[in-house]
């Protein structure tokens, strides 16, 4: 997948990630995306599964992580 496409694009991702409160661990942050709305949503959660566990203290944050997911 390219890209900024899909799951990946930092548009989409943060749609999934509305109403989270920093910090939020990984767990925190793929349960809201669970909850998110669109028949992306499970694009999305595949995506940040991947991602580092740790404690996220921004949605820029969630993204760069986001970015190394290949």
């Given at each position: 997948?390219?890209?900024?496409?899909g799951?990946?694009?930092?548009?989409?991702?943060m749609?999934?990630?509305?109403?989270?409160?920093?910090?939020?661990?990984?767990?925190?942050?793929?349960?809201?995306?669970?909850?998110?709305?669109?028949?992306?949503?499970?694009?999305?959660?595949?995506?940040?599964?991947?991602?580092?566990?740790?404690?996220y203290?921004?949605?820029?944050?969630?993204?760069?992580?986001v970015?190394?997911?290949?």
């Amino acid at each position: 997948m390219a890209r900024g496409v899909g799951g990946r694009g930092p548009a989409n991702i943060m749609k999934h990630m509305k109403g989270i409160h920093f910090p939020a661990s990984k767990e925190q942050i793929v349960n809201q995306a669970k909850q998110g709305p669109g028949p992306d949503k499970d694009q999305v959660v595949g995506v940040l599964e991947q991602i580092t566990e740790k404690q996220y203290s921004s949605p820029a944050e969630i993204m760069k992580e986001v970015g190394k997911v290949k």
